[in-house]
């Protein structure tokens, strides 16, 4: 082709690429327990209000959290392989687990939810009633999975550590930081993704609020908050946000 050509031939390219229809816009997926996502009786998760907080015409929220459910029996149960299924380059994914993996993992109902301590390679073998095997991993374990298969699909995972629950010792609020939280923490950092120490943001304002206030959150039990419990839940995942100017989920919140 001759040069003279190259010049009109590429402006026309570019005329005509300045037409092209957007891409779809990127989608959060949510995924965790009855503490992000619950429809109970006066009880609200914070992914049931975390919308309000992002620009949803630019961002899509998809809260596949369930009521109930730990790291183990969320992939178990097909919940995760329905979540990565649907994610996308481009797309983001925020965890949050822990107030359901704490009983000994077994095959019983009080036991089906449990997963072994800590971020390591343990395992314990399990044989269901049926005959079916299960292998039971860490918390740890866990988490890096969600983890990498969401990176290979060329989402942005984020961690959360578990919202507190209405606990108080010498009026401070009891915090995940020696289990749970600092699992959560440590494989976020071993993997290179962004923390969110939702326990202790969330923890900071129920202290200043005080016992009394903070009562008001929860109205049956000392985990499940109601609607303004989840909104300070939700506040403190975006404060999360905020602080982690690298994350490019700052561009899609509210200004």
């Known amino acids: 082709m001759k040069p003279k050509l190259l010049l009109p031939l590429a402006l026309l390219v570019l005329f005509l690429a300045s037409f092209r229809k957007p891409g779809p816009p990127p989608t959060l997926f949510i995924i965790g327990d009855s503490t992000v996502n619950n429809t109970g009786k006066g ?7 975390i919308g309000a907080y992002f620009d949803t015409t630019k961002i899509k929220i998809r809260n596949n959290a369930k009521a109930g459910r730990s790291t183990r029996t969320f992939i178990s149960e097909g919940r995760w392989k329905t979540t990565i299924d649907a994610i996308r380059p481009g797309d983001f994914l925020i965890m949050q687990f ?49 983890i990498r298969e969401a990176k ?10 578990m919202i507190p629950r209405n606990e108080w010792k010498d009026g401070k609020v009891v915090r995940a930081g ?36 903070v009562k008001k959150f929860f109205p049956g039990d000392h985990t499940h908050t109601n609607e303004a419990g989840a909104r300070v839940n939700a506040e403190s995942v975006v404060d999360g946000i905020r602080a982690n100017k690298k994350l490019a989920l700052n561009k899609y919140l509210k200004k």
Request: with cysteine; hydrophobic share 30%; net charge negative.
């Open 43 to 49: 009880q609200m998760g914070w992914g049931n209000v």
């Open 98 to 146: 822990g107030h359901n993996e704490g009983s000994v993992p077994d095959t019983s109902k009080a036991g089906r939810r449990g997963v072994l301590r800590g971020t390591g390679e343990e395992t314990k073998a399990l044989v269901w009633p049926d005959g079916h095997p299960e292998t039971v991993n860490t918390y740890g374990w866990y988490l890096r999975k969600f």
């Open 152 to 161: 290979a699909k060329g989402a942005t995972p984020v961690v959360c550590s």
């Open 178 to 213: 020696n289990d749970f939280g600092k699992w959560a923490q440590e494989v976020a950092q071993q993997e290179g993704v962004a923390f969110i120490d939702l326990n202790d943001i969330t923890a900071l304002k129920y202290e200043k609020l005080g016992p009394d206030e």
